[in-house]
C-alpha cells in the first residue's frame, strides 16, 4: 500500500494541501475539509475519463449522502472555448447550486483550467477540488490556482487566480494514460528542475526512464518534488507578479508553436514544452546568458529518451517572421517588448526583455529547425 503523502501551498486563508497516493478517491470524503458542510456535489469530466473512472463515481455517488451530478464535455483543447465555458456555466446551474455546493474536477490540464475559471466565476465564487489525472496536470496545472480558456489571439489569454479547495493525485490513473501524455508530463517535471534544482536534474538523468515508465518509487518522488517546487514559487508569489514567472521557462516559445499549430493533437503542450525549452536554452547561449553545454546536456537527456525536442521530429516549419506574431500574443509582453525567462545555469533562471528584436530574428532564422 502507498502511503498518502502531504504538500501544503501556503496561502494564508486560502491554503490548501496537495495529497498524493495511489487511489484516493475511495478516500474522497475523508480528504476533503470541511466535506459534510457542502450541499451537494458537481463532478465535471470528459467522455475519455469517464469511462476510465465511471465505477469510482458510482461509488462516491452510492457513498454519500449528497446529491451528486455528473457533467461530462469533449476531451481536448478545444473545450477550453468561449462556447464550452458557457455551456458548462449553464450546465451547472441547471443543477440549481448554491454557494455551498462543490465543483470536483477529474479530468487533465483542460478540464482543471476550464473548471477552475468556472468556479471563480459562479455565484461570485464556489469551492471546486482539483483531481488530476494526467501526469502533466498532476505535477503543474493543477497546483497554484491559474485558470484560463484559450483566444483565438493564443493559450490561456482569458482566466483568473482563484485557488482549489484541495488536490488529489491518484497515481493509478496513470497507468491508463496513452504513452504520449506520459511523455508529456515528464516535460513539467523537467522544466521544475532546469529553473529550479540542479541536483534534482542530475537525478532525472539517472531515473527518468524509471518516471516514464511508471515505476511507482520514482514516479512519487517526480511528482512530490514538482509540487514542492511549485508549491513554494505560489506561495511566495501567487498572482505572478514576480518569481513566479521562471514557471514560464519556455512555455513563450512552447505557446506560440502550439499557436501555430492551432492547438492540435499535430503537438501536444507538453511536446511544445520540451521545443519551448531547447530553444529557450539555446537562445539563452545564444544571448552568452547560458553555455553551449547546457544545450549538450539537454539534448543528451532527451535523446537518452527519445524523445522528439527539435521542430523538425514534428514536421513543423516556421518563418521567423510568423514565429515573432505568435509570441506577441504571450501574457508576459510588456510595453509590446517580449519577455522570456532564460537560464543562465540549470537550476539559475534570468528574466529577459528584448529591447532589440533583430537579435531574435537572427536567432529564430537559424534556431527553428
Not at 532525472?204 to 517546487?229: F, M, P, Q, V, Y
Not at 553545454?293 to 529518451?305: A, G, R, T
Amino acid at each position: 500500500m502507498v502511503k498518502i503523502n502531504e504538500i501544503k501551498v501556503n496561502l494564508g486563508n486560502r491554503s490548501y494541501p496537495i495529497y498524493i497516493g495511489n487511489d484516493l478517491f475511495s478516500s474522497f470524503e475523508k480528504l476533503v475539509e470541511g466535506f459534510s458542510n457542502y450541499s451537494g456535489l458537481v463532478v465535471v469530466t470528459d467522455n475519455q475519463v469517464k469511462k476510465l473512472i465511471n465505477e469510482k463515481i458510482f461509488s462516491l455517488k452510492k457513498r454519500c449522502d449528497k446529491s451528486v451530478s455528473i457533467i461530462c464535455l469533449p476531451p481536448g483543447e478545444n473545450s477550453k472555448s468561449f462556447k464550452y465555458f458557457e455551456f458548462l456555466c449553464e450546465k451547472i446551474l441547471e443543477k440549481k447550486i448554491d454557494r455551498k455546493t462543490l465543483l470536483v474536477c477529474i479530468g487533465g490540464g483542460v478540464i482543471g483550467d476550464l473548471v477552475g475559471l468556472t468556479a471563480s466565476v459562479l455565484l461570485r465564487g464556489v469551492d471546486f477540488v482539483q483531481m488530476p489525472t494526467t501526469l502533466l496536470s498532476q505535477v503543474d496545472s493543477s497546483v497554484g490556482g491559474k485558470t484560463a480558456i484559450n483566444s483565438k489571439f493564443g493559450k490561456n489569454l482569458i482566466g483568473t487566480f482563484y485557488q482549489p479547495k484541495s488536490v488529489l493525485i491518484s497515481l493509478n490513473i496513470l497507468k491508463s494514460l496513452p504513452y504520449r501524455q506520459i511523455i508529456c508530463g515528464y516535460a513539467e517535471i523537467l522544466k521544475y528542475s532546469l529553473i529550479s534544482d540542479n541536483n534534482f536534474f542530475l537525478w532525472l538523468k539517472k531515473n527518468g526512464h524509471k518516471i516514464i515508465t511508471l515505476e511507482k518509487t520514482s514516479l512519487i518522488h517526480a511528482i512530490k518534488k514538482s509540487c514542492e517546487i511549485k508549491s513554494k514559487i505560489v506561495s511566495k508569489d501567487e498572482k505572478e507578479t514576480g518569481i513566479r514567472e521562471i514557471l514560464n521557462f519556455g512555455h513563450t516559445f512552447g505557446h506560440a508553436i502550439e499557436s501555430q499549430t492551432g492547438f492540435s493533437k499535430k503537438i501536444l503542450h507538453g511536446e511544445a514544452v520540451f521545443l519551448g525549452m531547447f530553444l529557450a536554452i539555446k537562445f539563452s547561449a545564444f544571448l552568452s546568458f547560458g553555455n553551449e553545454k547546457m544545450i549538450e546536456n539537454y539534448e543528451d537527456h532527451m535523446k537518452d529518451l527519445k524523445i522528439p525536442f527539435r521542430l523538425s521530429d514534428y514536421n513543423l516549419r516556421f518563418t521567423a517572421k510568423e514565429f515573432i506574431k505568435h509570441l506577441r500574443f504571450d501574457k508576459k509582453v510588456k510595453n509590446s517588448k517580449l519577455k522570456f525567462i532564460l537560464l543562465e545555469q540549470y537550476g539559475k533562471t534570468l528574466s529577459y526583455i528584448l529591447y532589440n528584436e533583430k537579435l531574435l530574428i537572427k536567432f529564430l532564422e537559424k534556431n527553428l529547425e
